[in-house]
Nanobody
Framework: EVQLVESGGGLVQAGGSLRLSCAAS????????IGWFRQAPGKEREGVSC????????YYADSVKGRFTISSDDAKNTVYLQMNSLKPEDTAVYYC??????????????WGQGTQVTVSS
């Protein structure tokens, strides 16, 4: 059974930090790019970051560049999203996703259940 299990969400003040974790199982971790989407109330889901399985390159949305860092621990089949300098507009449900090989964001194979991040002003 494929699973992407997120953890680490919560409530934080603006300027604070959180680290999200995504533990993957049920598929060959090295064959998939793992990333994060988010969806705020009343807004469309957007891609936040992705770590390419083909070349290890991290990708970031412009809105989070310089503040968020994606990394992985291959031994644990886990991907992390370190979020610093959080802003109220970062408030959303964050979803871990897996896509076969590339970080296109257009052909997501697996989704996690989501974890809530709330940033207070």
């Amino acid at each position: 059974e494929v699973q992407l299990v997120e953890s680490g969400g919560g409530l934080v003040q603006a300027g604070g930090s959180l680290r999200l974790s995504c533990a993957a199982s049920g598929f060959t971790f090295d064959d998939y790019s793992i990333g994060w989407f988010r969806q705020a109330p009343g807004k469309e889901r957007e891609g936040v970051s992705c770590l390419s399985s083909s070349n290890g390159t991290p990708y970031y949305a412009d809105s989070v560049k310089g503040r968020f860092t994606i990394s992985s621990d291959d031994a644990k089949n886990t991907v992390y999203l370190q979020m610093n300098s959080l802003k109220p507009e970062d408030t959303a449900v964050y979803y871990c996703v897996a896509e076969d090989i590339y970080c296109s964001g257009l052909d997501i194979d697996y989704w996690g259940q989501g974890t809530q991040v709330t940033v207070s002003s």
